[in-house]
Nanobody, 126 residues
Framework: QVQLVESGGGLVQAGGSLRLSCAAS????????MGWFRQAPGKEREFVAA????????YYADSVKGRFSVSRDNAKNTVFLQMNSLKPEDTAVYYC???????????????????WGRGTQVIVSS
């Protein structure tokens, strides 16, 4: 069973940056493809970014491509989401996800894997 704990959320002005972290435990982190999803108030949870377990592949939602980047440190069992040029529409709870089925990813979306963190709130003020 994989446990995921996100951190790094907060309040930032439009145009600013934040880096989210997701610490994993309880599984073989290096073997999991990892992802980030987000859920804004009144909206469904949506895909943001994903990274293959080998770090050899990435997917990004069209809305964040060029502004967000995902990375991982397998030695620390941690995945990161660097968010630059933030916009008010990026306001959401951001969730870390583990176990994505990479073969199901296409275009600008990946279906989530089985493991979720509890989320971290990001608020972007205009």
């Amino acid at each position: 069973q994989v446990q995921l704990v996100e951190s790094g959320g907060g309040l930032v002005q439009a145009g600013g940056s934040l880096r989210l972290s997701c610490a994993a435990s309880g599984g073989t982190f290096s073997g999991y493809s990892m992802g980030w999803f987000r859920q804004a108030p009144g909206k469904e949870r949506e895909f943001v970014a994903a990274m293959h377990w080998s770090a050899g592949g990435f997917y990004y939602a069209d809305s964040v491509k060029g502004r967000f980047s995902v990375s991982r440190d397998n030695a620390k069992n941690t995945v990161f989401l660097q968010m630059n040029s933030l916009k008010p529409e990026d306001t959401a709870v951001y969730y870390c996800n583990a176990g994505l089925l990479w073969s199901s990813c296409s275009g600008y979306v990946c279906p989530p894997g089985n493991y979720w963190g509890r989320g971290t709130q990001v608020i972007v003020s205009s």
